[in-house]
């Protein structure tokens, strides 16, 4: 099996990127009859932890953009070049290499139709032709949500040859040192919202920033951790809060964990979601969220969360205040996350995409 993994060496790798290690660090795990090798365009170094695949990645010898753009309008070079030949060929990212081998394809979302102007001209150019090359190439599509699901038959792949496969979360224990200590590091005298992702629009960070002001406390911050992304400056949305703003960029996956467990109450008003990682992951740590009813992740969060309008700065407000101010939902929210984290794990994803390969070569 060839599994494109090029995600792995973007500047932001973000969910993507880590849907793929995960799927197949759980895929060698538990599915050893599987000869999965990675593929993607030619870098000269390995991607930086936790975007580091578990698998030998086999270069096609192109830079990324030439790649792409090969891919797409040639439809060449064939993965097995690299590979050698292989039974299925699973796209984990946009790019859809040439079909010389039955493909799986993962759509997390068609954000890039909701709102075109939170992409760049080429961005969207490129979404576009692998969207076509699918439609007309592809055997399987996985889609991580029931929304992306119903996005993917909308815009034309066919219902029968798409697949609903969620991804999962690996809970990870944190001590009440751990908390503490990264509590001391960053400075973190007071409770805190977090708020976790790539800086971009649709995270809808300027809502959740007005929202916070609206509580009207001082013993309260607002933490924001992500790396930089686009056409988002978190610097004069922090200016708004003053000290109360906590923006600290880009955090390694130990010290996050435990910023998940010591959240009073995890913010992720994002407007439109293939999955929203994330949210899994402030369950699993048993942080109580606040998350969009619209999109993926109210599905992924059903009754473990409080659900608002991304749109409605004053219900963030509200949803906000009655976590930081009602323990006993909170501590409610926080029992119903985990059990719900508990559901969707990485093995379960693995084995959803183990079935679609068989599927596939069959």
């Known amino acids: 099996m060839a599994v494109t993994l090029e995600q792995c060496w973007n500047r932001v790798p973000g969910g993507t990127a880590r849907a793929a290690v995960e799927t197949v660090a759980a895929l060698t795990a538990g599915h050893p009859e599987l000869d999965l090798i990675g593929v993607s365009a030619l870098h000269g170094r390995a991607p930086r932890l936790p975007y580091s695949p578990s698998i030998p990645v086999r270069s096609l010898g192109l830079p990324r953009l030439a790649l792409y753009e090969s891919w797409h309008r040639l439809r060449r070079p064939a993965v097995d070049r690299a590979t050698g030949p292989v039974s299925v060929i699973h796209a984990t990212g946009l790019a859809v290499p040439p079909r010389s081998a039955p493909i799986v394809w993962t759509l997390h979302d068609l954000a890039w139709r909701r709102d075109p102007s939170s992409f760049t001209p080429w961005g969207v150019r490129f979404f576009e032709a692998a969207?076509?090359?699918?439609?007309?190439?592809?055997?399987?599509?996985?889609?991580?949500?029931?929304?992306?699901?119903?996005?993917?038959?909308?815009?034309?792949?066919?219902?029968?040859?798409?697949?609903?496969?969620?991804?999962?979360?690996?809970?990870?224990?944190?001590?009440?040192?751990?908390?503490?200590?990264?509590?001391?590091?960053?400075?973190?005298?007071?409770?805190?919202v977090l708020s976790v992702g790539?800086?971009?629009?649709?995270?809808?960070?300027?809502?959740?920033?007005?929202?916070?002001?609206?509580?009207?406390?001082?013993?309260?911050?607002?933490?924001?951790?992500?790396?930089?992304?686009?056409?988002?400056?978190?610097?004069?949305?922090?200016?708004?809060?003053?000290?109360?703003?906590?923006?600290?960029?880009?955090?390694?996956?130990?010290?996050?964990?435990?910023?998940?467990?010591?959240?009073?109450?995890?913010a992720y008003p994002s407007h439109w979601e293939g999955f929203g990682l994330p949210v899994l992951e402030a369950m699993a740590a048993g942080a109580p969220v606040v998350t969009s009813a619209a999109s993926a992740t109210g599905e992924v969060a059903g009754d473990a969360a409080l659900l608002v309008d991304p749109q409605d700065r004053d219900s963030l407000t509200d949803a906000l205040a009655r976590l930081l101010d009602d323990a006993p939902l909170a501590a409610r929210l926080s029992a119903a996350g985990r059990a719900r984290a508990a559901e969707l794990t990485w093995e379960r994803t693995a084995s959803l995409t183990a079935s679609a390969y068989a599927e596939a070569a069959g």
């Open 131 to 192: 969207l076509a090359c699918a439609i007309e190439e592809a055997d399987l599509v996985l889609c991580p949500s029931q929304a992306t699901v119903d996005d993917a038959v909308a815009a034309g792949l066919a219902a029968d040859r798409v697949r609903l496969v969620p991804l999962g979360v690996r809970p990870v224990a944190v001590t009440e040192d751990a908390i503490r200590a990264v509590r001391r590091r960053y400075g973190l005298g007071r409770p805190y």
């Open 198 to 266: 790539t800086a971009e629009p649709r995270k809808n960070l300027g809502t959740l920033v007005d929202a916070f002001a609206g509580l009207k406390r001082s013993d309260v911050d607002l933490v924001v951790v992500g790396p930089a992304g686009w056409q988002e400056d978190l610097r004069p949305l922090a200016e708004r809060l003053g000290d109360r703003a906590r923006p600290l960029g880009f955090v390694a996956d130990p010290e996050l964990a435990a910023l998940y467990a010591g959240a009073a109450v995890f």
